[in-house]
């Protein structure tokens, strides 16, 4: 081999060897700015929606400059602890639009489940919702987000149903997102006033719910029962949606 080519060679291994250490850097980073989330999470259960960078810093045992070195701020933290939240949610809806059962069924778990969670962590939720951390307008939203992702997941199921059924599916992306809002917005009034179990507040949603679709299908001269197992396709579940054409 050539002196030239082994100087190619050794150029080649160094590049190899710094891609690696870069790579490695990187992953230890997503690592530790994922534990300082989990830390986070932790001090907001502790100390409530107001938590302080102080407290978050001592959940997670360091000094606040090693915390902002992983956050550029009070928002990029914020939107980090949204996201977590997000993909939590996320992660408990997904199994439960794999269509097994009655429609009444689907709407009460998924209910349950949504409810479920805000009830578990009520300190995260009012963190998220309320925004009162940030030092900054955030340039993405955990909360708009997460309502755009549930209600195109849920206009891409309802939509299979119409169109299985033959009816027009242009109206389903209005439903979800209308329907999202009136959950979300009961689940604010729920946790702030609990005046009603949360198996009354299941009910009392998922009758409302069933009573809009319902309507729908009785205008186009369709009646189901929704109590009747959902038969209708042989797959239908829930894909992560984002913002974008759904037909």
Known sequence: MSQNARHV????????????????WREHRLARRAELV???VRAIGEHGAEVGMDDIAAEAGVSKPVLYRHFSDKSDLYVAVGEWGTDLLMQ????????????????????????????????????????????????????????????NSLARLLGRYMRALGL???GVEVWSHGL?????????????????????????????????????????????????????LDEAYLEIVPDEDLG
């Open 180 to 232: 999202v809002g009136l959950v979300q917005a009961s689940g604010d009034w729920w946790l702030d006033r609990q005046t009603m179990s949360r198996d009354d507040l299941t009910n009392y949603l998922a009758q409302v719910i069933w009573s809009a679709i319902d309507g729908v299908l009785r205008s186009a001269g369709l009646e189901l029962d929704p109590d009747e197992n959902l038969d209708l």
């Open 92 to 151: 408990r809806l997904t199994p439960l639009f794999r269509v097994n059962g009655s429609a009444n069924e689907l709407i009460h778990r998924l209910l349950d489940a949504y409810l479920g969670l805000i009830e578990e962590y009520p300190h995260l939720y009012r963190f998220v919702v309320q925004r009162n951390f940030t030092d900054r307008p955030v340039a993405s939203d955990p909360v708009s987000d997460e309502k755009t992702v549930i209600a």
């Open 38 to 40: 989990q830390a986070a």
């Open 168 to 170: 027009d599916s242009g």
């Open 9 to 24: 060679k050794a150029v080649r291994n160094d590049e190899h060897k710094g891609d690696a250490r870069k790579e490695r």
